[in-house]
């Protein structure tokens, strides 16, 4: 329950700030009004930690910047054009905005940038009521024009103004009102849902990359799985990524099998819990999260009502990754990222051969080999696609995977297990063998390469010995 009280006075501690009373001092002395905004006024009433000094001023820019280059030690007017100067004082990174009336064409995101003359006007144009608020400084009025205090205590996320209109003004708000709810743990109003449902083909408008970065935002979270049932919802995440509500598969009453929209958000949640449990105080790692979340998108494509009432997904991992490369290269992810997601889908169901019968040394290495640098994302996310309510199957599961995670440490100790590669290289393949580089030569060396795998450590002259045979045989 927010304590007002409490929360007034972490804002005036806040102000105290060596950083913000700096600013505030420098502009009330040269005559301008200034006020902290939108998330440090927020986060300071909730409690929660804030690192971002946002500033609002009836002040034009050419002003902000003369005001704040005495007190600061760096100036940068990238932001001109929108009315934001940004500053380094006192060794923190601020930004400083003219307050804004905009408008929007309604075919772009890109706003008609217009100057405002007051603070509550600047307030009304500003996503949603709980990051509507403003602090001035260094007077220390709260300045609360559509009741953001008022959400803030009932948890909802409300528009300043009627949401078809502010949503109609920037289609990302609708992104943004999904990852707020999961960050914050608030519902959205009624009237804000349905405005979301009713403009979700406006996001059509919005860049790939804001998206993407909503997105990654979203799921950065530490619980986003609030926020991805509003997309879903809402039908917004039809509009970006549909193979997620493409999961509700229906269930007959001859044929059933696992809910796997549900199942999915729960191998989401899982893995966040493995993820913090593993590796406490790390930053949230969102390619996990993301093969997390799409690491059954193949199935809808690959299921099979067989006879008997049994439903199969043969293949789903190889077309899950294959779904996933082409969406997430649509959403503008970095190579890096959709390289982790799409090996962590094609190895995700590799594990559960293993849990069916003990795996040979060979085959623990060729699973270090394939998982690669992935290895420990893919320990997680094997762990985490285990949902069923069956304790004696999840028991044996886990101890399963506990078996084969000791294996990989013993012969990680013994066979130097992360740099697989065979005694031999190419170089001394071709002296051996007094070839020249070619395809023999590749071929060579997967063969040695084959016998490390199946065979572990052979030694130099084992291993040249066994080359010497196979080319024989060759000939």
């Not at 500003?126 to 009025?141: C, E, I, K, Y």
């Not at 004696?392 to 886990?398: D, G, I, M």
């Amino acid at each position: 329950m927010l304590n007002m009280a409490e929360g007034i006075a972490r804002l005036s501690a806040l102000a105290q700030s060596p950083v913000i009373s700096t600013v505030a001092d420098a502009f009330a002395a040269a005559g301008f009004d200034l006020a902290i905004v939108g998330g440090p006024v927020r986060d300071g009433l909730l409690g929660r930690s804030t690192h971002d000094f946002d500033f609002t001023t009836n002040a034009r820019p050419d002003d902000i910047l003369r005001i704040v280059t005495p007190v600061s030690t760096a100036q940068w007017d990238i932001g001109r054009e929108f009315g934001t100067i940004g500053a380094r004082v006192r060794g923190e990174q601020v930004e400083i905005t003219t307050y804004r009336a905009d408008s929007y064409d309604g075919a772009t995101r890109k706003p008609t940038v217009e100057f405002g003359d007051t603070l509550e006007a600047d307030l009304a144009r500003r996503d949603f009521t709980v990051n509507a608020m403003a602090l001035r400084v260094p007077s220390l009025t709260l300045v609360d024009p559509s009741g953001g205090v008022e959400d803030l205590i009932a948890g909802v996320l409300r528009t300043p103004i009627d949401p078809a209109v502010s949503f109609g003004d920037d289609a990302l708000r609708m992104l943004r009102a999904a990852r707020f709810s999961a960050q914050l743990g608030f519902e959205i109003e009624e009237k804000t849902s349905v405005a979301m449902h009713e403009l979700r083909e406006t996001l059509g408008i919005v860049s790939a990359e804001r998206v993407q970065s909503e997105l990654v935002r979203l799921l950065a979270a530490d619980d986003p799985v609030r926020g991805l049932r509003t997309l879903v919802d809402t039908d917004l995440m039809a509009q970006f990524l549909p193979e997620i509500p493409a999961l509700r598969l229906e269930i007959d009453e001859h044929h059933h099998h696992k809910d796997v929209y549900e199942h999915s958000l729960t191998v989401v949640r899982q893995a966040i819990e493995l993820e913090h449990e593993r590796h406490p105080g790390a930053a949230p790692d969102v390619s996990l999260r993301l093969a997390a979340l799409l690491h059954d998108i193949g199935k809808p494509a690959t299921r099979r009502l067989e006879p008997g009432g049994a439903v199969t997904f043969h293949h789903h991992d190889v077309k899950g990754a294959r779904m996933a490369r082409k969406r997430l290269k649509e959403l503008k992810f970095d190579s890096a990222t959709i390289a982790s997601v799409t090996t962590l889908i094609e190895l995700h169901l590799r594990f559960f051969g293993y849990a069916e019968g003990t795996w040979t040394d060979s085959a623990v290495r060729r699973y270090v080999r394939d998982a690669g640098d992935e290895l420990e994302r893919l320990h997680i996310l094997t762990r985490a696609d285990v949902t069923t309510r069956n304790k004696r199957k999840a028991t044996r599961l886990r101890n399963a995977y506990n078996d084969i995670e000791d294996r990989i440490t013993a012969l990680r100790e013994q066979e130097q297990l992360d740099a697989i590669r065979p005694e031999i290289d190419g170089n001394r393949i071709q002296e051996i063998l007094g070839l020249g580089p070619g395809r023999e030569v590749g071929e060579a060396y997967r063969f040695l390469l084959e016998l490390r795998l199946d065979e572990g450590v052979l030694g130099d002259e084992e291993a040249e010995a066994r080359l010497r045979a196979w080319w024989a045989s060759r000939r």
